[in-house]
């Protein structure tokens, strides 16, 4: 009931810049999180940065001063600007979006997550 769709990854060099989209569709009443987590190969997958409806961050440490989180609530839509690229940031990219339903009469929670984007760091 709730689709997301992300955009923006691709291959950059360090020191380059990226900007991911991800745009919430379907039947929301209400968002309540927005975020972004990123999966290396052999790695579990980590937080990278969050924004709550309220407007509060958080960040991972390895990328506080680097990225930046932002929300467009109109459109649905969490956007990740990423500045001074690592190696190390090279991931697939995902984001997630957890809110309140309205379907058939009633409300419920949900979280989903979008189809990952590829972000490769290389010279």
């Known amino acids: 009931q709730v689709q997301l769709v992300e955009s923006g990854g691709g291959l950059v060099q360090p020191g380059g810049s990226l900007r991911l989209s991800c745009a919430a569709s379907?039947?929301?009443?209400?968002?309540?999180?927005m975020g972004w987590y990123r999966q290396a190969p052999g790695k579990q997958r980590e937080l990278v940065a969050a924004?709550?409806?309220?407007?509060?961050?958080n960040y991972a440490d390895s990328v506080k001063g680097r990225f930046t989180i932002s929300r467009d609530n109109a459109k649905n839509t969490v956007y990740l600007q990423m500045n001074s690229l690592k190696p190390e940031d090279t991931a697939v990219y995902y984001c997630n979006v957890d809110g309140t339903l309205y379907l058939n009469g009633s409300w419920s929670p949900f979280s989903s997550w979008g189809q990952g984007t590829q972000v490769t760091v290389s010279s």
């Open positions: 379907g039947s929301i009443s209400s968002i309540n999180g």
């Open positions: 924004k709550t409806s309220g407007g509060s961050t």
